[in-house]
């Protein structure tokens, strides 16, 4: 008999369109929300301008007018969101639209929240304490794999206690997501396999958080197949618009899955790292996943031999006696084949900042639906295991 749930359940959703150009219909979206003026935010390293040139016609062409906003770092920090608040009040702004990486949706997302609330951003960290909605957002991702477009997450630096802050709210999913592989043809192999490695984390995060479901269970497992089959394909062929859909599907499937179903340690302690060291995050979960899933194993063993079905390329039978170890040998093979070869330590982090970043990850909001409980000595142990 098939194990499930007959628990009421509360999902969210952005509306999303998902194909080719869909990102010239940013225009029209925006009108159907009735602006007049948005704020227009992008991320500073967007190098092929087409992009941007291609909404900004979109919204002229309906005679909405745009103030840009790209003063934005790799990890967004509070005094940015801030400053685009700012600059969204001045310019008289009445809605937002974002084109890039998850820094930026992030970075919008927390604008959108301090223009409704008139709060500093740092001040709504943690679940639900956005009081009043955002102004309509319109989300453009030209990454795949932080599905940032379609969660109820944003995450901000604090730059006083040098820690990312996570923020979790249904009023901060966007009103509508526009996935369009085109711009993913322009990102970088090492780009391509950082983002590509956090969509494999929120699906497997979400796949065994305690507050998974069989709606989320779907998304997640489909997500990691497509990620496993695709990823590496779309470093190697990244002008390749087919890899580009099936690796943008995955992202959208993980983002969906995690947004409903939560994170765990791996997602705790990478905003951690992000947070003092200032490092990539998917990165960070790359490096982080095989020491996390060790940790995990013994609290749902049957969810982790599921995954790794899906990992194995070989085709042969999954070894019940040796899941954990195949797993953890899968997802290495993975990163290795994308070009995510360093190590914690590689990376400049050192065994005399764990005991910080254990104490700073210990008060994350993901480690609430991890499936073990963990320990401020097992964050430790860890993040050593990663160095």
């Known amino acids: ?30 009108k159907n929300f009735g602006a007049q003026h948005v704020l227009f935010v992008t991320g500073p390293q967007i190098k092929n301008e087409f ?22 770092s790799s990890n967004p920090r509070d005094h940015e969101v801030m400053k685009g608040a700012d600059l969204y009040r001045e310019a008289g702004c009445d809605a937002i ?37 955002p102004p309509p957002l319109i989300c453009i991702p030209t990454t795949a794999g932080t599905a940032a477009d379609v969660s109820q997450f944003a995450i901000i630096t604090d730059t006083g206690r040098k820690v ?45 958080s305690n507050a998974s479901s069989p709606v989320t269970d779907i998304q997640a497992l489909e997500s990691i197949r497509l990620m496993n089959s695709y990823l590496a ?13 099936q690796t943008m599907l995955g992202s959208l499937l993980a983002g969906l899955a995690f947004s409903n179903a939560s994170l765990g340690a791996v997602h705790a302690m990478a905003h951690s790292l992000g947070g003092y060291s200032d490092l990539p995050h998917g990165e960070c979960n790359a490096l982080l996943l095989e020491s ?28 019940p006696d040796t899941v954990k170890e195949d797993l953890i040998a899968d997802l290495k093979r993975l990163r290795e084949e994308i070009g995510i070869t360093l190590s914690l330590s590689d990376l400049g982090v050192q065994r005399t900042d764990i005991s910080e970043l ?27 295991q990663a160095l």
């Open 233 to 245: 394909l779309a470093c190697k062929n990244p002008a390749d618009i087919r890899y580009r859909y």
């Open 164 to 208: 990312k802050i996570t923020i979790i709210s249904k009023k901060i999913v966007p009103d509508i997501s526009l996935l369009d592989p085109v711009p993913l043809t322009s990102m970088s192999p090492q780009l391509t396999a950082h983002t590509g490695m956090d969509a494999i984390v929120h699906s497997v995060e979400a796949y065994v």
């Open 1 to 30: 008999m098939v194990e499930t749930t007959l628990d009421l359940r509360k999902f969210v959703a952005p509306e999303f369109i998902i194909g080719v150009d869909a990102r010239n219909l940013a225009g029209m979206y925006a």
């Open 292 to 319: 996390v899933i060790a940790f995990n194993y013994e609290a749902c063993p049957e969810r982790y031999r599921t995954i790794r079905e899906i990992m194995n390329r070989t085709g042969s039978p999954v070894n």
């Open 51 to 72: 992009w941007i040139a291609a909404v900004t016609e979109s919204l002229e062409s309906v005679g909405i007018h745009y103030t840009r906003f790209s003063q934005i």
């Open 358 to 384: 254990a104490r700073k990850a210990y008060r994350d909001p993901c480690l609430a639906t991890n499936p073990r409980e963990v320990t401020m000595r097992d964050l430790e142990n860890i993040y050593e």
């Open 97 to 133: 639209v974002v084109i890039g990486g998850g820094s930026p949706m992030d970075c919008a997302k927390g604008i959108g929240i301090v223009v409704s609330n008139d709060r500093n951003i740092l001040e709504f960290e943690g679940v639900d304490n956005v009081s009043v909605p």
